[in-house]
C-alpha cells in the first residue's frame, strides 16, 4: 500500500483538535497493520467501531450477532435509491507479518511499472532505470487484503454526501475462512434473510488497481470416508486412505461439462485438506 504522507512511524494519535473532524486513510492503515487479525478479529474490529463512531456524526454503526460491523448513511431520499453497499473484511491470512514503512521505496510496489520498476528487455539486456521516484509504502499482514481497501471504503463512506439513496458500510470478520459473516448478511444461511439487499455492491479487494467486475465464488466441501481395518499384510478390510484417491478423482470430474465464464474461465477444484487412517479418512475440497 502506498501512502504520501509524511509523519514519524508508529501508531498514528490524531491532533486533539482534529480527532472529531477528520479521516485520515494513511494514517487508519498504519494503525490497522500493527493491529493483528490472523488469529482473532476483535482488537481489528474496535478499531473500526471507534473510528466510525467518532468521526461518523450521522452514522449508525453496529455489530451484529456474525461479528460483522455495519454502518449506514441515509440520505434525505432514501427511497429515491439507489442503495449502494461497500464491503470488505477484517481477517488477515497468517502468520502475522510486522508492520514496516518505506520512505523510499521504488520498483513496483510504488506503483511503477516496465523500465520504471526494473523490468529488462532480456537476462542480457539490461535497461536503464529513468525517472523513477521514491514513494512511501507500508508493508505488514493486510496492508492489501484488506485493511488497504478497508481504509479507502472507510474515508469514501465518511466523506459521501448522498443526496439521494443509502449507503451502507459492511464489514465482515472471516472472509480468509468461511465466510460466514457474509452468508449471515446476504441470507444465505439457513434461517437468515438479506440484511443487505443492495442495489450496487463495490468489495475492497487487493486487484492491481484494475476494476473488477466478476470474482470466483467459493464452495467447499467434506468428505468422510468410511473402511475397515485390516493388518497391512492381509488383503482383507478396506483401505479408506486409498479410496480417497478414487473421491478426489470423481470430485474432480464433476464440473467438467460446465462452461467457462467469459472473464473467469473453469471452474477448479483444490484439496485443502486430508487426513485420516484406513478405518476413516476425511478430505476437504474447495471449489472455485
Do not use: W
Not at 24 to 47: C, I, Y
Not at 169 to 192: F, I, K, N, Y
Not at 203 to 212: Q, R, W
Not at 246 to 254: K, Q, S, V
Amino acid at each position: 500500500m502506498t501512502a504520501d504522507r509524511d509523519e514519524t512511524d508508529g501508531p498514528h494519535v490524531p491532533a486533539p483538535e482534529a480527532a472529531s473532524t477528520a479521516f485520515d486513510p494513511v494514517a487508519f492503515l498504519a494503525d490497522a497493520v500493527q493491529t493483528p487479525s490472523h488469529d482473532g478479529v476483535e482488537r481489528m474490529r474496535r478499531l473500526v467501531v471507534d473510528t466510525l463512531e467518532r468521526l461518523g456524526s450521522d452514522v449508525d454503526v453496529t455489530v451484529d450477532e456474525a461479528g460483522c460491523v455495519v454502518a449506514e448513511r441515509v440520505s434525505a431520499a432514501p427511497e429515491a435509491g439507489p442503495h449502494l453497499v461497500m464491503n470488505t473484511h477484517l481477517d488477515t491470512v497468517t502468520p502475522h507479518v510486522p508492520f514496516e514503512r518505506d520512505r523510499a521505496a521504488t520498483g513496483a510496489e510504488a506503483g511503477e511499472t516496465g523500465a520504471e520498476a526494473g523490468e529488462t528487455d532480456g537476462p542480457d539486456d539490461p535497461e536503464e532505470t529513468e525517472g523513477s521516484s521514491e514513494t512511501d509504502v507500508i508493508r505488514g499482514r493486510g496492508a492489501c487484503d484488506a485493511k488497504g481497501p478497508l481504509a479507502a471504503l472507510i474515508h469514501g463512506f465518511l466523506t459521501a454526501e448522498p443526496e439521494r439513496g443509502r449507503l451502507t458500510l459492511a464489514v465482515t470478520p472471516d472472509e480468509e475462512t468461511l465466510s460466514l459473516g457474509a452468508a449471515a448478511l446476504a441470507g444465505t444461511l439457513p434461517g437468515s434473510e438479506d440484511r443487505l439487499a443492495g442495489d450496487l455492491y463495490l468489495v475492497g479487494e487487493p486487484t492491481g488497481l484494475d476494476a473488477c467486475t466478476a470474482a470466483k465464488g467459493r464452495f467447499q466441501g467434506r468428505v468422510e470416508l468410511s473402511g475397515r481395518a485390516a493388518h497391512a499384510a492381509e488383503f482383507a478390510g478396506v483401505n479408506a486412505v486409498a479410496a480417497a484417491e478414487d473421491a478426489l478423482a470423481a470430485i474432480r470430474r464433476f464440473d467438467e461439462d460446465a462452461r467457462d465464464h467469459p472473464q473467469l474461465g473453469p471452474p477448479k477444484l483444490t484439496p485443502t485438506v486430508i487426513e485420516g487412517v484406513p478405518r476413516r479418512t476425511r478430505c476437504r475440497p474447495s471449489v472455485r
